[in-house]
């Protein structure tokens, strides 16, 4: 079981930066045995994958509307994974993810079969 809390969400102006922070906390499996994954959803609009991250951080895998603007990163001692979102625009409004697949091989960025997912966190970004 793993238990995952976003922060770091706001308002910002359209070419600002943001930082997502997403805390796990997990209990038999350790954190740095979960691929990490994140996620947006629009008003109106389907959940779509921005990116993942792999257990040891060497492949991560992007959408291609985030691809250079966006980067994802872990940090197994805390826990913790990070969305680093640069050159934003109003289209990337919407509440963002993350979530954590067991599945997964340790090389593994996956963009489908997650197993545990945040509350969210909303990210809003003004023309």
């Known amino acids: 079981q793993v238990q995952l809390v976003e922060s770091g969400g706001g308002l910002v102006q359209a070419g600002g930066s943001l930082r997502l922070s997403c805390a796990a906390s997990?209990?038999?499996?350790?954190?740095?045995?979960?691929?990490m994954g994140w996620f947006r959803q629009a008003p109106g609009k389907e959940r779509e994958f921005v990116g993942a991250?792999?257990?040891?951080?060497?492949?991560?895998l992007y959408a291609d509307s985030v691809k250079g603007r966006f980067t994802i990163s872990r940090d197994n001692a805390k826990n913790t994974a990070y969305l680093q979102m640069n050159s934003l625009k109003p289209e990337d409004t919407a509440v963002y993810y993350c979530a954590a697949d067991q599945e997964s091989g340790p090389f593994s960025a996956p963009r489908i079969g997650y197993d545990y997912w945040g509350q969210g966190t909303q990210v809003s970004v003004s023309s």
């Open positions: 997990a209990s038999g499996r350790t954190f740095n045995r979960y691929a």
């Open positions: 991250i792999s257990w040891t951080g060497v492949n991560v």
